[in-house]
Nanobody
Framework: QAQLVESGGGLVQAGSSLRLSCAASGRSFANYAMAWFRQAPGKEREFVAGIRWSGNNTAYTDAVKGRCTISRDNAKNTVYLQMSALKPEDTAVYYC?????????????????WGQGTQVTVSS
């Protein structure tokens, strides 16, 4: 069974850093684009960052650009989201997702696999 499992979330103070991990298992996602989404209470799920699995092309939403870096480790079949200078508005459940095809998309409906999410809470 293919699955994605997120980890690395927690409660942190504003200005601190976190690294989220998304471990894939059950199959290789070498030819899948990967992405991070987040969803805060009362808000729709939004795109955070995406990466072309077979390349280094990445994309970020303006809200995190300059503060977050998405990366991958093909040997570990894992995708990361390094987050710094965290703000209270970054508080959300963060999900990793995968879609068949080379390129990421910003619409969550375009993704085939989802993790259960990891909670990130940033306090003032």
């Amino acid at each position: 069974q293919a699955q994605l499992v997120e980890s690395g979330g927690g409660l942190v103070q504003a200005g601190s850093s976190l690294r989220l991990s998304c471990a894939a298992s059950g199959r290789s996602f070498a030819n899948y684009a990967m992405a991070w989404f987040r969803q805060a209470p009362g808000k729709e799920r939004e795109f955070v960052a995406g990466i072309r699995w077979s390349g280094n092309n990445t994309a970020y939403t303006d809200a995190v650009k300059g503060r977050c870096t998405i990366s991958r480790d093909n040997a570990k079949n894992t995708v990361y989201l390094q987050m710094s200078a965290l703000k209270p508005e970054d508080t959300a459940v963060y999900y990793c997702a995968a879609r068949s095809g080379t390129y990421y998309r910003t619409n969550p409906n375009d993704y085939d696999y989802w993790g259960q999410g990891t909670q990130v809470t940033v306090s003032s």
